[in-house]
């Protein structure tokens, strides 16, 4: 079992605030389909991925993120995995918060590998997956989603991990992953 201080529980998204989930739909979409025109990442201007490009080029893009190897392949986005070493070393609980997906049959176990090849094999029994993440007991959640919604009130503080499509949100926000420190302490110590 988990030991496990509950007031130090830092909830921490994986898709693209840990794990690049942009980057892996450039790389596939550049190897399998060279002919869609990509958007930089600076121009991207909605939290679903495939929103951002005409419909009909969607079967095509949940085709890449529901296929095998899909997540295990992600790279770390730059600073996540020292970062939350660091607030591990600092006493902080932090655990990994990340959405299942209905229709990938592959998303739970590569998460899983996933965490355990950049985080080590102890953080693997950190990774809860739930997609209504109200649900989920902690102090603080870093996540790129503005849209947060759920069955209940939530105990977090929302901290918005920056990207281009989340700029309208108000509220904490941690632009680099360096920072983390001058972000999340305050609302740990509130
Ligand atoms: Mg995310």
Redesign the pocket.
């Known amino acids: 079992m988990l030991n496990i201080k509950h007031r130090n529980i830092v909830l921490v998204?994986?898709?693209?605030?840990v794990a690049d989930?942009d980057r892996g739909m450039e790389i596939f979409l550049r190897k399998l389909h060279p002919d869609v025109q990509i958007i930089p990442a600076c121009d991207r201007r909605t939290f679903w991925y495939q929103r951002d490009y005409p419909e009909k080029l969607h079967p095509l893009m949940q085709g890449i993120y529901n296929s095998h190897g899909f997540y295990a392949d992600l790279l770390p986005i730059e600073g996540a995995i020292e970062a939350i070493n660091e607030m591990s070393k600092d006493g902080i609980e932090v655990m990994l918060c990340s959405a299942n997906l209905r229709d990938n049959p592959y998303c739970a176990s590569e998460k899983h590998a996933w965490v355990g090849r950049y985080l080590g094999r102890d953080f693997v029994e950190r990774l809860i997956l739930s997609t209504d993440k109200t649900m989920v007991y902690g102090r603080v959640l870093i996540?790129?989603?503005p849209n947060l919604e759920g069955i209940i009130k939530p105990s977090w503080d929302r901290v918005i991990f920056d990207r281009p499509y989340n700029r309208e949100t108000e509220g904490p926000r941690l632009t680099d992953w360096i920072n983390w420190r001058e972000v999340i302490l305050p609302l740990m110590n509130a």
């Open positions: 998204d994986l898709d693209n605030t989930f996540d790129d989603n």
